[in-house]
Structures are given as structure tokens and as C-alpha cells.
């Protein structure tokens, strides 16, 4: 089991940027926001763990 954690950059439309922040990264990933929390906004922290995202 692999666990990465991102903060949300910004939302665009249906799409959010992530950062990873357990790692140093300048890359961005661009994620659906139906794979996403409903309740993500920008500058929130997020789990993923188990092909989920989840906010902490």
C-alpha cells in the first residue's frame, strides 16, 4: 500500500490542480473533480490511499 498526499493548487471548472507535498515536486496533476471530495477547495490537504482521495 502506497500513500501520497496533495494540497489542491486551484479549481478549474471540472478539474483541479494537485501538489504533492510529501515529496519535492514542481509538477502539478491535473485531476477530475468527480474522483475528487465534493467539500475540496483551494488550499486544501488531501490523502490518497487505496485509489481514493480523501481530505484531512
Known sequence: MQ????????ID???????RTD??????KLVARAL?????????QLKY???QYEII
Open 3 to 10: 500513500t501520497w498526499y496533495y494540497e489542491v493548487v486551484s
Open 13 to 19: 471548472g471540472d478539474y483541479a490542480n494537485l501538489r
Open 23 to 28: 515529496i519535492e515536486m514542481e509538477d502539478l
Open 36 to 44: 475528487l471530495p465534493a467539500e475540496i477547495y483551494e488550499g486544501c
Open 49 to 51: 490511499e487505496y485509489m
